[in-house]
């Protein structure tokens, strides 16, 4: 059984940093683009950012661009989210995806779901 979990979650001052992580139980991990979502209190789940198999590609969403930041161990079957100069807009569940296709935007094509790691940002 496939499973993503999430870590690194918490409550931040605004401009603060912190490091989310989501090891998968891929056996085929390289294999996988990754991805990070979030889901904001009353909103939908929206993209953030996405990482290809090899770790050459990155898309970010327009809201997080120059401040976040993702990468992959794929020796360790881990993905990571530095995220900087946090915000309080920031203030999300974070989850992590994995998509046996090339790295997207779109959470219909993302084929396993971690359960998520709140983020807080306090202004």
């Known amino acids: 059984q496939v499973q993503l979990v999430e870590s690194g979650g918490g409550l931040v001052q605004a401009g603060d940093s912190l490091r989310l992580s989501c090891l998968a139980s891929?056996?085929?991990?390289?294999?996988?683009?990754m991805g990070w979502f979030r889901q904001a209190p009353g909103k939908e789940r929206e993209f953030v950012a996405t990482?290809?198999?090899?770790?050459?590609?990155?898309y970010y969403a327009d809201s997080v661009k120059g401040r976040f930041t993702i990468s992959r161990d794929n020796a360790k079957n881990t993905v990571f989210l530095q995220m900087n100069s946090l915000k309080p807009e920031d203030t999300a569940v974070y989850y992590c995806?994995?998509?046996?296709?090339?790295?997207?935007?779109?959470?219909?094509?993302?084929?396993?779901w971690g359960q998520g790691t709140q983020v807080t940002v306090s202004s």
């Open positions: 995806a994995a998509d046996l296709g090339p790295p997207n935007n779109m959470q219909r094509t993302y084929d396993y």
């Open positions: 990482i290809s198999g090899s770790g050459g590609e990155t």
């Open positions: 891929l056996r085929t991990f390289s294999r996988y683009a």
